[in-house]
Nanobody, 124 residues
Framework: QLQLVESGGGSVQAGGSLRLSCAAS????????MGWFRHVPGKEREVVVA????????YYSDSVKGRFTISRDSAKNTLYLQMNSLKPEDTAMYYC?????????????????WGQGTQVTVSS
C-alpha cells in the first residue's frame, strides 16, 4: 500500500514561488505514475503535472507550462513541485497522487493513491 504525505503549501503573493513535497512509501517494483492535482471547490479536479517514476516522461497542463516543474528524488522517494510566477488562479488544494503499474499519466483510470492535500493560496 503506497502512502503519500504532502508538505510545502502556504500563502504567497502573485509572482512568488512555492515548492511542494510529497514523501512516498510502500513502493514495489515497476513504473508508477505520480502527479500533482489541484482542486477548487465548485470546479473539477485538475491534473497539473505528472511523471513516470522510471523515466523522464512528463505531462504538464497548459495552464502551468513554463512556470511549474516536477522533479523526483529517487533516493528519498520524494516528489517535488516547484511553482514559480504564481498567479491568483493557481489558488487551490494541491494533492499528490500515484498509481501502480501499468498506468497512464493522464486520461486513464483515476489514480489509486492520494495524499491529504496541501493548500496553496496566491493573493493579488
Amino acid at each position: 500500500q503506497l502512502q503519500l504525505v504532502e508538505s510545502g503549501g502556504g500563502s504567497v503573493q502573485a509572482g512568488g514561488s512555492l515548492r511542494l513535497s510529497c514523501a512516498a512509501s510502500g513502493y514495489t517494483a515497476g513504473r508508477y505514475c505520480m502527479g500533482w492535482f489541484r482542486h477548487v471547490p465548485g470546479k473539477e479536479r485538475e491534473v497539473v503535472v505528472a511523471i513516470y517514476t522510471t523515466s523522464s516522461i512528463t505531462y504538464y497542463s497548459d495552464s502551468v507550462k513554463g512556470r511549474f516543474t516536477i522533479s523526483r528524488d529517487s533516493a528519498k522517494n520524494t516528489l517535488y513541485l516547484q511553482m514559480n510566477s504564481l498567479k491568483p488562479e493557481d489558488t487551490a488544494m494541491y494533492y499528490c497522487a500515484a498509481d501502480s503499474p501499468p498506468c497512464t499519466l493522464v486520461g486513464g483510470h483515476e489514480y489509486s493513491y492520494w495524499g491529504q492535500g496541501t493548500q496553496v493560496t496566491v493573493s493579488s
